[in-house]
C-alpha cells in the first residue's frame, strides 16, 4: 500500500467529516482516513496537530497544511487540488 | 486448567503452519487516539522486531481480560510488536486498551464480520449467540515477511496460550 500524502482525522457519522469526504472523491484525492473519538476530552491528537479538537482536520503533506473546520477544508481543497489540471498544481495559491 | 469434567473440544483446525506465510489482512488497527486501516504486511515490515498477532475472544470476555493482563505483565512488547485481533469494535478496543493499561504499547484490531479467522481457518460459531462467530484463541509470530516462526491454536474452549512457548521465540 502506498501511503497517500493527505491525512483526513474523523468521526463516524460526523456531517461536517463527510462533507470533506465528498470533495475528496470529487477531485479524486487518495487521502488515508483516521477515526478519533467522539469524547471531546479524548481528543488530543488532533489537539496536537491543529491547536483544536475539532473534526474534521486535514494534515496535507503535498503542502505542508494542517487544517480544521469543514467549510475551510472544502474551499482549501477546492483552491488546491480543484479546477486547474494536475500540471500546474504546487505553484502557489490563487 | 485441572477440571474434573471435560471441557469443550474444537477438534483441530487447518490453521496456517509454521515455516508458512500468515494471510495477508487490512482491518482497522486501534491505538491510544485513533483507528485507521492498517495491513498485516505493512506492521510486519516496520517492526524491529517479530510480530506477535494475537487472536482473543471479545472485549470483556474473561480470555480477553486474562490473556491482556498475561501479555501486559510479561512486557512482551519491548521485544516485539504486539497486536490483538478480535470481534469487538475499535469502540471497544479503545476501552480495553484503557481497562487492561496497555494504550501506548499495544495496538487492536478489528474484524467484526470475522473475516480474519476464517481466513486463518481458525473461525468458530458462538453457542447460544445466534448469528455470532468469533477466533478460537491463537497466537502467530511472524518476521519481517510474515512467515510464521510460532503458531498455537486453541483446541478446547476456553483454553489459553502457552506464554513460556510465545516468549521462547521473541
Known amino acids: 500500500m502506498s501511503d497517500p500524502t493527505i491525512t483526513l482525522y474523523r468521526l463516524q457519522a460526523c456531517p461536517f467529516c463527510e462533507r470533506v469526504v465528498r470533495k475528496l472523491h470529487e477531485h479524486g484525492l487518495e487521502y488515508r482516513s483516521r477515526f478519533i473519538e467522539p469524547m ?3 481528543r488530543d491528537v488532533v ?3 491543529s491547536g483544536k479538537r475539532t473534526v474534521p482536520a486535514i ?5 505542508g497544511v494542517t487544517m480544521s473546520e469543514s467549510a475551510n477544508i472544502v474551499e482549501y481543497l477546492e483552491r488546491t487540488y480543484g479546477e486547474r489540471p494536475q500540471s500546474e498544481r504546487g505553484e502557489g495559491g490563487v | 486448567m485441572d477440571l474434573d469434567f471435560d471441557v469443550v473440544g474444537l477438534g483441530e483446525a487447518d490453521h496456517p503452519a509454521e515455516g508458512e506465510k500468515a494471510p495477508e489482512f487490512t482491518r482497522p488497527l486501534v491505538n491510544d487516539e485513533f483507528w485507521e486501516d492498517v495491513a498485516l504486511s505493512e506492521l510486519c515490515a516496520e517492526s524491529e522486531g517479530p510480530v506477535v498477532l494475537v487472536f482473543h475472544a471479545m472485549d470483556g ?8 493482563n498475561e501479555i501486559r505483565d510479561r512486557g512482551w512488547h519491548e521485544q516485539a510488536t504486539v497486536v490483538g485481533l478480535s470481534i469487538s469494535t475499535p469502540y471497544a478496543h479503545k476501552d480495553l486498551l484503557e481497562e487492561r493499561d496497555i494504550e501506548g504499547d499495544h495496538r487492536l484490531y478489528s474484524d467484526p464480520a470475522n473475516g480474519v479467522a476464517e481466513q486463518y481457518g481458525i473461525a468458530m460459531d458462538l453457542d447460544g449467540m445466534t448469528g455470532l462467530a468469533e477466533p478460537r484463541p491463537a497466537v502467530f509470530v511472524l518476521d519481517s515477511d510474515r512467515t510464521i516462526e510460532y503458531a498455537w491454536v486453541g483446541e478446547e474452549w476456553p483454553s489459553f496460550p502457552d506464554y513460556d512457548a ?3 521465540q521473541l
Open chain 1, 40 to 42: 471531546h476530552s479524548e
Open chain 1, 47 to 49: 489537539k496536537r496537530l
Open chain 1, 59 to 63: 494534515v496535507d503533506e503535498n503542502t
Open chain 2, 166 to 168: 510465545v516468549e521462547a
Open chain 2, 61 to 68: 470476555a474473561f480470555p480477553a481480560t486474562y490473556v491482556w
